[in-house]
């Protein structure tokens, strides 16, 4: 029989509208230094998204134009992510982070008309200004060198002269409201245009208590920028609830995040684990009291990150997994019911447990699917309704099987949802016929006292095609250890066979644009002679 529901667009504009009115006193603070946030409620920023969407009609945008935002964190950002796809134009976030032929790469590629962009961090643009063929216009806010950028607007100038009350369109829920592109490790960054129905049914997930939890009780730190994975989702998230946003632009050292925790006093935040380790070696007497949890992905959470924030400031970290292709939010690794706090760091250390709105399956090299036992190893697999079918402009029809999206991941799934990722597809060791979970092998050394960094990759080897070479960052005025040493301390940790013959002492990790390992550049430094290698002590 036929549905007596109404049938409502599920759309960005839903949302700013709910924001707007009935949290009209929720809070975005943004951190401009010591001792200086500035508070705007969400009825204003809904205001200031009225004027730009009114500036940004005014300069010619139309329904699914791309509109290109290259800014940090803060109010403007958040007036953006709902002023440009509630006009029925698509909000693209720039990754700062890439490089310059990446990214006049994807900004060429989405055809942005139109970018937003801070004043401190216009000279990053204006490398590539001369290469950018679809941009009519760029729109400065704040203060910077914008001489390399050529005839550019004022964002303030602009906004100032537009009236609140835009008429927005009723965008179609199946329109694309943002866009991302992923790090591009391999090759030219891929783009994914996330859907306004997309967009909402993922922001609805994240108030569950099996996912983020998200309330008007709360108060967000957003320290993943809103250029990564629309900032996985909690913008829109907290927008629609009421979940206070302190947004703390580029000061993201160990420093000025313990000084914003302890002025803004936030409940809840969402990290990489490189950040989350700057802060516990670098400011170790941070008042962190505030924080229910912090939720980290991006990359596998070392057991050494979660016990050190549980024993030095008393704050669960959540493990989260997903990617851009998945909004990203796909897995959560909550404890089950039944398993206390003191018992419950095994639980934590896996990649994440399954969120509703989404199926996920491991496959074999053959594409079957396997059983969910804990044991049995094989490709992640995903689809739900934020999970992307296809990218833009570009059909790669490997990266989709039987309308599952393959994530390239490698891992096992238990009896209660929990994904383990044991590596990358492309960075699997295979030793003599055997897998090698670099990953697995990066969080035991983690633990380790001396060793602040650790990224394993594959090199060759004549007896057994392939053995894990370690790369090893110390902490600050740490002894170097022996590799003898290093040894004794795997042994018992992690199979015999997994420890490394070859170890290299480095600087730093290479990171990628979104605070990855960037493993492709171990590999090649190694091939070319660049890293410095010992060899195991016989």
């Known amino acids: 029989m036929p549905s007596t529901m109404m049938d409502l667009p599920l759309n960005v504009n839903a949302l700013l509208r709910h924001g707007r009115t009935v949290h009209h006193d929720g809070l975005v603070l943004t951190y401009h230094g010591p001792g200086d946030i500035r508070e705007a409620t969400f009825a204003e920023v809904a205001n200031q998204a009225d004027r730009l969407a009114g500036a940004l009609h005014r300069l010619g945008i139309q329904s699914g134009d791309r509109v290109g935002t290259f800014m940090w964190n803060h109010d403007a950002h958040m007036a953006a992510y709902l002023a440009i796809p509630c006009m029925g134009a698509v909000l693209h976030t720039l990754n700062i982070r890439l490089f310059p032929e990446?990214?006049?790469?994807?900004?060429?590629?989405?055809?942005?008309?139109?970018?937003?962009?801070?004043?401190?961090?216009?000279?990053?643009?204006?490398?590539?200004?001369?290469?950018?063929?679809?941009?009519?216009?760029?729109?400065?806010?704040?203060?910077?060198?914008?001489?390399?950028?050529?005839?550019?607007?004022?964002?303030?100038?602009?906004?100032?002269?537009?009236?609140?009350?835009?008429?927005?369109?009723?965008?179609?829920?199946?329109?694309?409201?943002?866009?991302?592109?992923?790090?591009?490790?391999?090759?030219?960054?891929?783009?994914?245009?996330?859907?306004?129905?997309?967009t909402f049914l993922h922001s609805i997930a994240t108030h569950s208590a099996q996912t983020l939890q998200f309330s008007q009780k709360e108060r967000v730190l957003l320290i993943v920028p809103q250029f990564h994975a629309n900032a996985w989702g909690m913008p829109y998230g907290a927008w629609s609830v009421g979940t206070d946003l302190v947004m703390p632009q580029q000061f993201l050292q160990a420093g000025p995040l313990a000084e914003v925790i302890k002025e803004t006093r936030p409940t809840i935040s969402g990290a990489v684990p490189t950040v989350l380790n700057d802060i516990l070696h670098n400011a170790p007497d941070a008042d962190l009291s505030s924080l229910r949890y912090i939720v980290c992905g991006g990359s596998a959470v070392p057991r050494a990150l979660i016990e050190g924030y549980r024993s030095n400031f008393d704050v669960d970290i959540v493990q989260a997994w997903g990617m851009t292709e998945t909004s990203p939010l796909a897995a959560v690794g909550w404890p089950p019911r039944g398993v206390a706090r003191e018992d419950d760091i095994d639980v934590r250390v896996k990649t994440g447990r399954i969120v509703a709105?989404?199926?996920?399956?491991?496959?074999?090299?053959?594409?079957?699917?396997?059983?969910?036992?804990?044991?049995?190893?094989?490709?992640?697999?995903?689809?739900?309704?934020?999970?992307?079918?296809?990218?833009?402009?570009?059909?790669?029809?490997?990266?989709?099987?039987?309308?599952?999206?393959?994530?390239?991941?490698?891992?096992?799934?238990?009896?209660d949802g929990f994904i383990q990722i044991s590596d990358r597809a492309k960075d699997v060791i295979k030793s003599g016929g055997e897998w090698i979970s670099s990953v697995d092998l990066e969080n035991v050394l983690m633990g380790h006292e001396a060793i602040k960094e650790a990224a394993v990759v594959a090199v060759p080897d004549d007896r057994w095609d392939e053995r894990p070479l370690a790369c090893v960052v110390l902490q600050e005025g740490a002894d170097q250890p022996s590799t003898e040493a290093l040894n004794d301390y795997l042994t018992g940790r992690v199979a015999k066979w997994w420890i490394p013959e070859r170890w290299t002492f480095i600087e730093e990790v290479p990171k990628t644009s979104v605070g990855k390992f960037d493993k492709k550049v171990l590999r090649r430094q190694h091939a070319d002679g660049e890293l410095v290698v010992v060899a195991r002590d016989s």
């Open 102 to 198: 990446q990214l006049a790469y994807v900004i060429n590629h989405a055809a942005d008309r139109v970018i937003l962009v801070d004043g401190s961090i216009a000279p990053l643009l204006a490398k590539v200004r001369d290469q950018l063929t679809t941009v009519e216009h760029i729109v400065v806010r704040g203060a910077g060198d914008t001489s390399g950028l050529g005839h550019t607007l004022d964002y303030d100038e602009l906004i100032n002269a537009e009236e609140t009350g835009f008429d927005y369109p009723e965008p179609d829920e199946r329109s694309a409201a943002a866009m991302c592109y992923t790090s591009g490790t391999t090759g030219n960054p891929k783009g994914v245009a996330y859907s306004h129905r997309s």
């Open 357 to 415: 709105g989404t199926e996920v399956r491991i496959c074999n090299d053959a594409g079957s699917p396997l059983p969910w036992d804990g044991q049995a190893q094989g490709e992640i697999e995903i689809r739900g309704p934020w999970i992307t079918g296809s990218y833009h402009l570009d059909p790669t029809e490997e990266k989709f099987h039987d309308g599952w999206l393959r994530t390239g991941d490698v891992g096992s799934i238990d009896t």
